[in-house]
T-cell receptor
Framework: AQKVTQAQTEISVVEKEDVTLDCVYETRDTTYYLFWYKQPPSGELVFLIR??????QNEISGRYSWNFQKSTSSFNFTITASQVVDSAVYFC?????????????FGGGTRLMVKP | EAGVTQSPTHLIKTRGQQATLRCSPI?????VYWYQQALGLGLQFLLWYDEGEERNRGNFPPRFSGRQFPNYSSELNVNALELEDSALYLC????????????????FGPGTRLLVL
């Protein structure tokens, strides 16, 4: 069965610090997709990134970067030089389209608080 | 381009009543998904509709049901409301199955906050 674990329930940093959010997943499929979403206080989930299981290239988008390592079943997310606007709950999610349809299995989320 | 829209934003019901939540997908998207985010339970998959058909269902009782209309909008119905149904209900949309069983990105709406008293 698919499972996503975000061991850090809450992280607090001071503005301009770098922070890494951990995500570990479990799957039996060889084809799967991983996602990160941001949920600000308004509640809407904002898509950040999608990765498929065959693409282990790390990605950088501005201050955001993602490290996908199949060997450790991890898909970690780093925010460089954090800002107050980064304060939100971040969710990692997994889908196995050939096994479980298009449903997303979410981790429990990590609440990030960036203090000025 | 308009994103996923949901209505109402807030809904207050009493135990035993029925609730109807609505979702309009992004233009061009044929798949609609429903998720429940209850306090302490995280985000849980409820239902997936594509081209008017129910494609997958999460581990929820039958009193959670829905449908998808010809214009791809969707309704989620919750019958015989219970206190534990109080949650944020999120709708998402994506391009559908026409291109194959691969995972397209799901884009979420702002949600409907349901409170059952």
């Amino acid at each position: 069965a698919q499972k996503v674990t975000q061991a850090q329930t809450e992280i607090s940093v001071v503005e301009k610090e770098d922070v890494t959010l951990d995500c570990v997943y479990e799957t039996r499929d060889t084809t799967y997709y991983l996602f990160w979403y941001k949920q600000p206080p308004s509640g809407e989930l904002v898509f950040l990134i999608r990765r498929n299981s065959f693409d282990e290239q790390n990605e950088i988008s501005g201050r955001y970067s993602w490290n996908f390592q199949k060997s450790t079943s991890s898909f970690n997310f780093t925010i460089t030089a954090s800002q107050v606007v980064d304060s939100a709950v971040y969710f990692c999610a997994l889908s196995e389209p050939y096994n479980a349809g298009n449903m997303l299995t979410f981790g429990g989320g990590t609440r990030l608080m960036v203090k000025p | 381009e308009a994103g996923v829209t949901q209505s109402p934003t807030h809904l207050i019901k009493t135990r035993g009543q029925q609730a109807t939540l609505r979702c309009s997908p992004i233009s061009g998207h044929t798949s609609v998904y429903w998720y429940q985010q209850a306090l302490g339970l995280g985000l849980q998959f409820l239902l997936w509709y594509d081209e008017g058909e129910e494609r997958n269902r999460g581990n929820f009782p039958p009193r959670f049901s829905g449908r998808q209309f010809p214009n791809y909008s969707s309704e989620l119905n919750v019958n015989a409301l219970e206190l534990e149904d109080s949650a944020l209900y999120l709708c998402a949309s994506s391009t559908g199955l026409a291109g194959g069983p691969f995972q397209e990105t799901q884009y979420f709406g702002p949600g409907t906050r349901l409170l059952v008293l």
